[in-house]
């Protein structure tokens, strides 16, 4: 069984810049959900997707955006980039959603994106 | 609105030395809970979760939680802790129709020699 990939580890933008991070699924999951970690606090729910489109979303704007594709793999891009944004960036894999979701998300190990 | 709070930014402890982590929650019904170990630039790893039932939930690790429904806690537990139980501690939860997790602030768990 695979678990869940992310790349690319580390990231370094400017502000204004745009990023796409990538995130692997674990095998047999199709739902994805994207998180933000801010240092020092725990991860702050950005987005989930299930079967290729958006099932919720957290207090972030527009300028956060995502896919899903075919293979359950996902996409978080991010554009105009701020300062605050610099961030842990972790993706999450699960099974349905909903009431029929499985009870646990199984994490990837982030990537790390700074902002200068 | 729905809440997990951790009391403790940060715990010191002995190795060898019992240890718990305390996680409190605000749902309105019980929530799915869980406890997440994250050892530095790494992401979340499960330790254990409740569902429902059993009120004691084992983990991997040697690590164990209670959930008592009077006090609205989920507290973590290890007999005795060894150097590499040093990392954050999060403690999350999910309503049974929600998308996501929400997690605690975390514990940052120090263990001397």
């Known amino acids: 069984e695979t678990g869940v990939t992310q790349s690319p580890t580390h990231l370094i933008k400017t502000r204004g810049q745009q990023v796409t991070l990538r995130c692997s699924s674990q095998?047999?999951?199709?739902?994805v959900s994207w998180y933000q970690q801010a240092l020092g606090q725990g991860p702050q729910f950005i987005f989930q997707y299930y079967r290729e489109e958006e099932n919720g979303r957290g207090n972030f704007p527009p300028r956060f955006s995502g896919l899903q594709f075919p293979n359950y793999s996902s996409e978080l891009n991010v554009n105009a980039l701020e300062l605050d944004d610099s961030a842990l960036y972790l993706c999450?894999?699960?099974?349905?959603?909903?009431?029929?979701?499985?009870?646990?998300?199984?994490f990837g190990p982030g990537t790390r994106l700074t902002v200068t | 609105a729905q809440s997990v709070t951790q009391p403790d930014i940060h715990i010191t402890v002995s190795e060898g030395a019992s240890l718990e982590l305390r996680c409190n929650y605000s749902?309105?019904?019980?929530?799915?809970l869980f406890w997440y170990v994250q050892s530095p630039g790494q992401g979340l790893q499960l330790l254990l979760k409740?569902?429902?039932?059993?009120?004691l939930v084992q983990g991997i690790k040697g690590f164990e939680a209670e959930f008592k429904r009077s006090q609205s806690s989920f507290n973590l537990r290890k007999p005795s802790v060894h150097w590499s139980d040093a990392a954050e501690y999060f403690c999350?939860?999910?309503?049974?129709?929600?998308?996501?997790?929400?997690f605690g602030s975390g514990t940052q768990l120090t263990v001397l020699p």
């Open positions: 095998s047999g999951h199709n739902t």
């Open positions: 409740y569902f429902s039932g059993d009120t």
């Open positions: 999450a894999s699960s099974s349905g959603t909903g009431r029929r979701a499985s009870y646990e998300q199984y």
């Open positions: 749902y309105g019904a019980t929530p799915y």
């Open positions: 999350a939860a999910r309503s049974g129709s929600a998308r996501q997790l929400t």
